[in-house]
C-alpha cells in the first residue's frame, strides 16, 4: 500500500510566475485535504474534498489559489501571480470517510518565492 | 472556534528517559478526536498516537501514551525510553467528530534526544 505522494518536491519560482502542485493520496481514500506550514508554525488547512466534491475552503485560500480533483483520484493546487508571502510548504493528506478518521500526510512541496 | 495550545516550544531528554510534551484545546464540542504528529527533521508527518473525546481510557502505542484529561481540556504525550530517532517535532492536532474533517494543529514542540 503506497502513500501519499506529492510532486514536486521543491519548486523555487519568480514571483508573479504561476505554480501547480499535485497530490496523489491512498488509493482507496476518498477524502483529501491541503495544509500550509511556514516555518516554525504547525499546518493551517486550506481546502479538502470528498470525492470530486471541494466541501470546504479556508479564509486563507485567496483568489489565487484553485485547487482540484477532477475524478476524485490525485488532486492539484494552482498558485497564480505568486508572491512572497506564498513561500511554504504545502501539505497534502487523505483519508477514508466513515471508517478511521487519521489523515496520512505525503512529504510536501517546499516553495520558495523569489 | 476550536484552537490548539502547546506551550513548549522545545523540550530535550537524554536517551532513554521519559519525557511528557503538554497540549490543550479549547472546544465547545462534545465529540471529537485529538492527536499526537510527529514530523521528523525534512521528513514527513507521521501520526503517533490518536484519542477519542468518548474514550476515558488513555491512548497507548507501544513507547507512546497520552494523559487525556477531558474537563481540563489537556492532552499530553508521553514518551518512555526515548530514542534517538524520536527526534522531531511533535504537533497536538484536533478534530471534531460531529462530521469529521480538518486538523486544527497547535504550534509544535521541538524534541531533541540526546546520546
Known amino acids: 500500500d503506497t502513500g501519499v505522494s506529492q510532486n514536486p518536491r521543491h519548486k523555487i519560482t519568480k514571483r508573479g510566475q504561476n505554480v501547480t502542485f499535485r497530490c496523489d493520496p491512498i488509493?482507496?481514500?476518498?477524502?483529501l485535504y491541503w495544509y500550509r506550514q511556514t516555518l516554525g508554525q504547525g499546518p493551517e488547512f486550506l481546502t479538502y474534498?470528498?470525492?470530486?466534491?471541494?466541501?470546504?475552503k479556508s479564509r486563507l485560500l485567496s483568489d489565487r489559489f484553485s485547487a482540484e480533483r477532477p475524478k476524485g483520484s490525485f488532486s492539484t493546487l494552482e498558485i497564480q501571480r505568486t508572491e512572497q508571502g506564498d513561500s511554504a510548504m504545502y501539505l497534502c493528506?487523505?483519508?477514508?470517510?466513515?471508517?478511521?478518521?487519521?489523515?496520512?500526510f505525503g512529504p510536501g512541496t517546499r516553495l520558495t518565492v523569489t | 472556534a476550536q484552537t490548539v495550545t502547546q506551550s513548549q516550544p522545545e523540550m530535550s531528554v537524554q536517551e532513554a528517559e521519559t519525557v511528557t510534551l503538554s497540549c490543550t484545546y479549547d472546544?465547545?464540542?462534545?465529540?471529537?478526536?485529538l492527536f499526537w504528529y510527529k514530523q521528523p527533521p525534512s521528513r514527513q508527518m507521521i501520526l503517533v498516537i490518536r484519542?477519542?473525546?468518548?474514550?476515558?481510557q488513555n491512548a497507548t502505542e507501544n513507547r507512546f501514551s497520552v494523559n487525556f484529561q477531558k474537563a481540563a481540556k489537556s492532552f499530553s504525550l508521553k514518551i518512555s525510553d526515548s530514542q534517538l530517532g524520536d527526534t522531531a517535532m511533535y504537533f497536538c492536532?484536533?478534530?471534531?467528530?460531529?462530521?469529521?474533517?480538518?486538523?486544527?494543529f497547535g504550534t509544535g514542540t521541538r524534541l531533541q534526544v540526546f546520546p
Open positions: 488509493s482507496e481514500h476518498n477524502r
Open positions: 472546544t465547545s464540542e462534545n465529540n471529537y478526536y
Open positions: 492536532a484536533f478534530m471534531k467528530g460531529s462530521n469529521p474533517d480538518k486538523l486544527i
Open positions: 493528506a487523505s483519508s477514508l470517510e466513515g471508517g478511521r478518521v487519521e489523515q496520512y
Open positions: 474534498f470528498q470525492n470530486e466534491a471541494q466541501l470546504e
Open positions: 484519542q477519542e473525546a468518548y474514550k476515558q
